[in-house]
């Protein structure tokens, strides 16, 4: 028995009812990505101290699909924030993050030194979808 129902969103300029897979912007044929979750967070850097973190409790108890960005609070716009840590450093900082089946874990780092009180601005999407 086909499946015969559901929705499509199809892009501007073609029939919904008859447009391909690949003219349509979203379709219940495929599974999409949810969100259960967003916000933003802050990691702040101590003088003396070059790293510092912040869990984000999601309670899934699986490892979900995440994105994350960030910035120095000093900064204008963000930038996506790299899952695992680079072999080396393109700027005087550094952000990281990952989860587990409990939290998301936000992180900062400044390699060269301890920073004076730095914080870092992060804004974070937690989906429902399990990765791991």
Known sequence: MSKDYGFKISRPGQD??????????????????????????????????????????HGLGYIPAFLVYG?????????????????????DYQLFCWADGTNLTLYAEYPFGAPANKTYNFKYYIFNNQIA
Request: aromatic content about 12%.
């Open 16 to 57: 919904v009812k008859t447009a391909s897979d690949v003219n349509l912007l979203m379709t219940s044929k495929f599974k999409n990505f949810t969100v259960s979750t967003f916000g933003t967070g802050n990691v702040s850097i101590a003088n003396g101290n070059y790293h510092s973190d912040t869990n984000v409790a």
């Open 71 to 91: 910035k120095d609070s000093g900064e204008s716009g963000y930038k996506r924030v790299a899952y695992t840590p680079n072999i080396f450093s393109l700027s």
